[in-house]
Protein backbone atom coordinates (compact mmCIF):
# COMPACT_ATOMS: atom_id res chain seq x y z
CA UNK A 1 0.00 0.00 0.00
CA UNK A 2 1.54 3.47 -0.86
CA UNK A 3 3.05 4.73 1.89
CA UNK A 4 2.10 8.17 1.45
CA UNK A 5 -1.46 8.46 0.44
CA UNK A 6 -4.28 5.96 -0.06
CA UNK A 7 -5.09 5.96 -3.52
CA UNK A 8 -9.35 5.20 -4.02
CA UNK A 9 -11.54 5.41 -7.11
CA UNK A 10 -15.14 5.52 -7.66
CA UNK A 11 -16.26 3.73 -9.86
CA UNK A 12 -20.23 2.92 -11.10
CA UNK A 13 -22.18 3.75 -13.90
CA UNK A 14 -23.58 6.90 -15.40
CA UNK A 15 -25.60 9.24 -13.20
CA UNK A 16 -25.31 7.02 -10.37
CA UNK A 17 -24.15 9.89 -7.73
CA UNK A 18 -19.77 9.60 -7.88
CA UNK A 19 -19.64 13.28 -8.50
CA UNK A 20 -21.81 14.29 -6.45
CA UNK A 21 -20.01 12.19 -3.14
CA UNK A 22 -16.89 13.05 -4.48
CA UNK A 23 -17.90 16.38 -4.05
CA UNK A 24 -19.66 15.60 -0.53
CA UNK A 25 -16.69 14.08 0.80
CA UNK A 26 -14.53 17.40 -0.11
CA UNK A 27 -16.52 20.03 -1.00
CA UNK A 28 -13.36 21.53 -2.46
CA UNK A 29 -12.72 18.35 -4.70
CA UNK A 30 -11.72 19.50 -8.17
CA UNK A 31 -13.25 18.49 -11.79
CA UNK A 32 -10.25 18.71 -14.16
CA UNK A 33 -9.92 17.17 -17.72
CA UNK A 34 -7.17 15.23 -18.64
CA UNK A 35 -5.71 13.61 -21.49
CA UNK A 36 -7.05 9.97 -22.07
CA UNK A 37 -4.48 8.34 -23.31
CA UNK A 38 -5.29 7.89 -26.46
CA UNK A 39 -4.39 10.22 -29.04
CA UNK A 40 -6.49 13.51 -28.49
CA UNK A 41 -9.35 12.19 -26.78
CA UNK A 42 -9.67 14.20 -23.46
CA UNK A 43 -11.51 12.97 -20.47
CA UNK A 44 -12.88 14.53 -17.44
CA UNK A 45 -11.68 13.36 -13.86
CA UNK A 46 -13.16 14.12 -10.36
CA UNK A 47 -10.73 14.48 -7.67
CA UNK A 48 -11.23 15.01 -3.87
CA UNK A 49 -9.04 14.51 -1.35
CA UNK A 50 -9.81 13.63 2.42
CA UNK A 51 -7.72 12.64 5.91
CA UNK A 52 -8.72 9.15 7.67
CA UNK A 53 -7.04 7.94 11.00
CA UNK A 54 -4.21 10.33 10.32
CA UNK A 55 -3.91 8.64 6.79
CA UNK A 56 -4.09 11.40 3.32
CA UNK A 57 -6.56 9.81 0.49
CA UNK A 58 -6.61 10.83 -2.84
CA UNK A 59 -9.94 9.94 -4.30
CA UNK A 60 -10.91 10.15 -8.21
CA UNK A 61 -13.66 9.26 -10.15
CA UNK A 62 -14.74 9.58 -13.97
CA UNK A 63 -17.44 10.02 -16.63
CA UNK A 64 -14.57 8.50 -19.14
CA UNK A 65 -15.53 4.98 -16.63
CA UNK A 66 -18.50 4.64 -17.75
CA UNK A 67 -17.53 4.07 -21.39
CA UNK A 68 -13.97 3.58 -22.02
CA UNK A 69 -11.69 0.77 -20.57
CA UNK A 70 -8.66 2.44 -21.63
CA UNK A 71 -9.74 4.88 -18.70
CA UNK A 72 -10.51 2.48 -16.46
CA UNK A 73 -7.44 1.24 -17.01
CA UNK A 74 -5.13 4.11 -16.29
CA UNK A 75 -7.67 5.59 -13.31
CA UNK A 76 -7.08 2.08 -11.55
CA UNK A 77 -3.65 1.49 -11.83
CA UNK A 78 -2.13 1.43 -8.29
CA UNK A 79 -5.16 2.08 -6.72
CA UNK A 80 -5.45 0.57 -3.08
CA UNK A 81 -9.59 0.60 -2.55
CA UNK A 82 -12.10 0.59 -4.85
CA UNK A 83 -15.77 1.97 -4.57
CA UNK A 84 -18.44 0.89 -6.28
CA UNK A 85 -21.73 3.65 -6.47
CA UNK A 86 -24.85 2.11 -7.50
CA UNK A 87 -28.16 3.98 -7.41
CA UNK A 88 -30.83 2.39 -5.44
CA UNK A 89 -33.75 3.71 -6.84
CA UNK A 90 -33.68 1.71 -9.97
CA UNK A 91 -33.13 -2.01 -11.10
CA UNK A 92 -28.62 -3.08 -10.86
CA UNK A 93 -27.87 -2.51 -14.54
CA UNK A 94 -25.28 -4.72 -16.24
CA UNK A 95 -22.50 -2.37 -16.63
CA UNK A 96 -22.38 -2.10 -12.89
CA UNK A 97 -22.19 -5.91 -12.54
CA UNK A 98 -19.41 -6.31 -14.77
CA UNK A 99 -18.07 -3.56 -12.70
CA UNK A 100 -18.33 -5.64 -9.67
CA UNK A 101 -16.87 -8.66 -11.00
CA UNK A 102 -13.99 -7.04 -12.44
CA UNK A 103 -13.21 -5.20 -9.12
CA UNK A 104 -13.67 -8.36 -6.91
CA UNK A 105 -11.38 -9.73 -8.87
CA UNK A 106 -8.62 -7.21 -8.23
CA UNK A 107 -7.89 -8.37 -5.06
CA UNK A 108 -8.53 -4.31 -3.42
CA UNK A 109 -10.76 -3.97 -0.88
CA UNK A 110 -14.68 -2.84 -2.54
CA UNK A 111 -17.16 -0.40 -1.05
CA UNK A 112 -20.45 -1.05 -2.14
CA UNK A 113 -21.88 2.38 -1.71
CA UNK A 114 -26.03 2.27 -2.25
CA UNK A 115 -26.70 5.76 -3.43
CA UNK A 116 -29.96 7.42 -3.49
CA UNK A 117 -31.26 5.90 -0.20
CA UNK A 118 -33.33 9.05 -0.21
CA UNK A 119 -35.63 8.48 -2.86
CA UNK A 120 -39.00 6.57 -2.29
CA UNK A 121 -38.60 4.17 -4.44
CA UNK A 122 -34.99 3.22 -3.54
CA UNK A 123 -35.02 -1.00 -3.14
CA UNK A 124 -31.82 -1.18 -0.83
CA UNK A 125 -32.81 -4.76 0.69
CA UNK A 126 -32.94 -6.36 -3.28
CA UNK A 127 -29.87 -4.39 -4.44
CA UNK A 128 -28.08 -5.95 -1.19
CA UNK A 129 -28.24 -9.43 -2.50
CA UNK A 130 -26.60 -8.86 -5.74
CA UNK A 131 -23.32 -8.27 -3.91
CA UNK A 132 -22.43 -10.36 -1.66
CA UNK A 133 -18.44 -9.40 -1.75
CA UNK A 134 -17.94 -6.32 0.10
CA UNK A 135 -19.06 -4.28 2.36
CA UNK A 136 -22.18 -2.28 2.00
CA UNK A 137 -23.03 0.85 2.66
CA UNK A 138 -26.23 2.89 2.22
CA UNK A 139 -26.07 6.68 1.69
CA UNK A 140 -27.38 9.83 -0.15
CA UNK A 141 -24.84 12.04 -1.59
CA UNK A 142 -27.20 14.77 -1.62
CA UNK A 143 -26.80 14.80 2.46
CA UNK A 144 -23.38 15.16 2.75
CA UNK A 145 -23.14 14.18 6.18
CA UNK A 146 -24.32 10.36 5.14
CA UNK A 147 -21.56 10.45 2.44
CA UNK A 148 -18.97 11.15 4.32
CA UNK A 149 -20.02 8.67 7.37
CA UNK A 150 -20.27 5.89 4.65
CA UNK A 151 -16.50 7.35 3.12
CA UNK A 152 -14.44 7.34 6.66
CA UNK A 153 -16.24 3.56 7.41
CA UNK A 154 -15.23 1.91 4.35
CA UNK A 155 -11.57 3.94 4.75
CA UNK A 156 -11.18 2.99 8.21
CA UNK A 157 -11.48 -0.62 7.85
CA UNK A 158 -9.31 -0.56 4.54
CA UNK A 159 -6.57 1.48 6.76
CA UNK A 160 -7.19 -1.14 9.81
CA UNK A 161 -6.91 -3.63 7.65
CA UNK A 162 -3.41 -3.21 6.55
CA UNK A 163 -2.38 -2.92 10.11
CA UNK A 164 -0.68 0.61 9.06
N1 LIG B 1 -32.08 11.83 -4.90
C1 LIG B 1 -30.76 11.71 -5.02
N2 LIG B 1 -30.14 12.18 -6.11
C2 LIG B 1 -28.80 12.03 -6.21
C3 LIG B 1 -28.03 11.42 -5.18
N3 LIG B 1 -26.74 11.42 -5.57
C4 LIG B 1 -26.69 12.02 -6.77
N4 LIG B 1 -27.94 12.40 -7.16
C5 LIG B 1 -28.33 13.07 -8.41
O1 LIG B 1 -28.10 12.14 -9.47
C6 LIG B 1 -27.65 12.83 -10.65
C7 LIG B 1 -26.33 12.21 -11.13
O2 LIG B 1 -25.31 12.46 -10.17
P1 LIG B 1 -23.79 12.56 -10.60
O3 LIG B 1 -23.01 12.76 -9.34
O4 LIG B 1 -23.59 13.55 -11.68
O5 LIG B 1 -23.55 11.09 -11.18
P2 LIG B 1 -22.25 10.49 -11.90
O6 LIG B 1 -22.58 10.43 -13.35
O7 LIG B 1 -22.12 9.10 -11.33
O8 LIG B 1 -21.08 11.35 -11.57
C8 LIG B 1 -27.53 14.30 -10.26
O9 LIG B 1 -28.70 14.95 -10.68
C9 LIG B 1 -27.45 14.26 -8.74
O10 LIG B 1 -27.92 15.42 -8.12
C10 LIG B 1 -28.73 10.93 -4.02
O11 LIG B 1 -28.17 10.35 -3.08
N5 LIG B 1 -30.09 11.11 -4.00
MG1 LIG C 1 -19.76 12.37 -12.79
Keep these: MNPSHLKVVVFGSFHAGKSTFI ?10 QAEGGEGSTTVAIDFGRGEVLGRQ ?3 FGTP ?19 ILMIDCSCPVDDFTLKLYSHLTGTG ?40 REAFMEFLKSVIKKDGS
Design 23 to 32: QAVDPTSRHV
Design 108 to 147: VPVGIMLNKCDLDNAHNSITREKFPIGRIYELSSLDSGSA
Design 57 to 59: IHL
Design 64 to 82: GQERFDFVREFTENGMDAA
